[in-house]
T-cell receptor, first 118, second 116 residues
């Protein structure tokens, strides 16, 4: 079946430092990877959508300068939170799309990387 | 833009009782969106529970079901008899139709607590 591994599960970083998280798709080819953030007391918010061989599309309020993403092949993506501050804390999820499955834009998610900023 | 509204906060149900978590959606797209329910069990990641991509159809999984109603723009989640193991956070979500989109719009999540 389609599995997505995400790591690290949890990071505590000092204010102003950076955190890198990785996402690995197993059992399918992740042509698209979506990165989401769930801030405290909020729902999941799309940061950016990365499609192999296409430009990464960032949502409003999120920029490449702050959240650089790499998607070098069909099984791996990474995102970094640069200069993390309190407002960046939350659960970061990567969702990988399986184009080989039935239609419906199904995203398979990793377990999330929780960022704690101190 | 797109939005999803679902039953807010926490729902507490006794084991073996029925459950309904409401979900309504709105979209600016002219095409009917794809609808999903995701679930997050304690200590685990977000999992797809069920999905429906055709208006009027019903999706089901693990005893849960949801019917895509385009007239009322609703996708309520129901289960006839819940179990304690169903305790989790449930998210209703929609995605625009299209082969190259992976963008999901989520509701705020509903915490389900099933007590014995």
């Amino acid at each position: 079946g389609a599995l997505v591994y995400q790591y690290p599960r949890r990071t505590i970083c000092k204010s102003g430092t950076s955190m890198r998280m990785e996402c690995q798709a197993v059992g399918f080819q992740a042509t698209s990877v979506a990165w989401y953030r769930q801030s405290p007391q909020k729902t999941f918010e799309l940061i950016a959508l990365s499609t192999v061989n296409s430009a990464i599309k960032y949502e409003q309020n999120f920029t490449q300068e702050k959240f650089p993403i790499s998607h070098p092949n069909l099984s791996f993506s990474s995102m970094t939170v640069l200069n993390a501050y309190l407002e960046d804390r939350g659960l970061y999820l990567c969702g990988a799309r399986d184009p080989g499955g039935s239609s419906g834009n199904t995203l398979y998610f990793g377990e999330g990387s929780r960022l704690i900023v101190v | 833009g797109d939005s999803v509204t679902q039953t807010e906060g926490q729902v507490t149900v006794s084991e073996s009782k029925s459950l309904i978590i409401n979900c309504t959606y709105s979209t600016t797209s002219i095409a009917y969106p794809n609808l999903f329910w995701y679930v997050r069990y304690p200590g685990e990641g977000l999992q797809l529970l069920l999905k429906v991509i055709t208006a009027g159809q019903k999706g089901s999984s693990r005893g849960f079901e949801a019917t895509y109603n385009k007239e009322t723009t609703s996708f309520h989640l129901q289960k006839a008899s819940v179990q304690e193991s169903d305790s989790a956070v449930y998210y209703c979500a929609l995605a625009p139709t299209g082969a190259n989109t992976g963008k999901l719009t989520f509701g705020h999540g509903t915490i389900l607590r099933v007590h014995p």
